[in-house]
């Protein structure tokens, strides 16, 4: 097959609270007019931005084109919780481990790769401590059972020789300004993002370095001569080679059929907190805690121009058509601010003003999509809930991959096992649904 046509485009639900605390955003170009390239680069996420930009180090002289289909920072990538990750966070167990003490160093290696490609992109932008922060995070229990994750875990990063505090409720309290918390685990090497600030200043910096397009969504690509023609709704993009940096999007295009897992998560952030509230909750300014069960809640608070400001991430939803619906993040809504009300009882006029949901891409056995599809056609895609660290990963090992270049990253990735298939529908949508519903329920008080 040498032609390949969107079946769907990126449609989001609700807009990215992240985005709009942040001023007006500038607008980047959109592709009118036909170009050629050396390589176009589909998606202006973490992955699309972090290939373009290792491309550009490699090679200045690429001509290099990307292209996104919305507003850059209103994507995926805009809607992340901001957090990234370098230890292990295995969702799929009951307390972040990976596979084992090898394959979890190995994990952690890389993860600072992506870190420290990320610190230079942050210096680089000229990001503050505000938008760029390596404070580290919090697994924060409340149950019982969760003490009990958070002392598995801490016996883990122990082997591991990794740094980590265990904390009491008391302290937590003392930390967070809620009383809900019995117990906390904290390990050093996470940063906290604002994800929108992030991906807005690395595409306006890339923007002076190569072609970079914003609402210019591609329609489909077809293999024409030595290369391939990329169309988006207004123009073309006669290229030598593509890279797929589009996540769950890869399926739209016919690669990967009934392998991958279009999961929705759901956000609220607050309006900024009056000074009487940040006085009655206490605690300190900015803080982030992941569950102690992974299908927990992820709490995070924010201070600084935008506000201080308290974000719930919580509740999940399997879609195969990679789009939600109004009524499912109205439903979420409902389940946030019962969970707000849980963990700051002593804060009830406090009033949710940004809500929204994301997409992520998962498989069944935590593969990568990711290497060489077909000639001259790459993919850096299904980041497994780990968009940050492992999407700027991707992007930095696919790149390394198209040019050739000795890669642990793209050889981490192309040695993973092949994504395993998925059942046929309604059957797949039934068992992923009933899977989380009582995954979420398990989780009860995290």
Known sequence: MSRHDAKRLPRQTGPSGWNAILPPQTPLAVLERNLTADITIVGGGFAGLSAARRLHQLDPSLKIVLLEAGRFADSSAGRNSGFMIDLPHDLASDNYAGKGSDADRATIALNRKAIAFATEVAFDCGLSKEMFDPCGKYNAAATKAGDAHNRAFAAHLTKLGEPHTLYDQQQ?????GSPHYTSGLYAPGTVMIQPAAYVRALSARLAGQIDVFERSPVTGFEHQGAGWVVCTNKAKVSTGRIILANNGHLESFGFYQR???HICLYASLTAPLTDAQIKT???QSRWSVTPANPMGTSVRRTSGSYGDRILIRTCSSFHPKIETSP?????AGWVHDRKFRERFPHLPDVQME???AGMLCLSRNGSAAFGELKDGVYSACCQNGLGIARGTLQGMGV???LLDQQSDI??????????PRLPPEPFASLAANSYLIWKEWRSGKE
């Open 172 to 176: 937590m309290q003392e930390i967070t």
């Open 327 to 331: 009524m499912r993040l109205r439903n």
């Open 399 to 401: 790149a390394e991959l």
């Open 354 to 356: 940004h809500r929204w």
């Open 410 to 419: 793209a050889d981490h990735f192309l040695a993973q096992p092949d994504l």
């Open 281 to 283: 909750l206490g605690g």
């Open 259 to 261: 392998q991958l897992m």
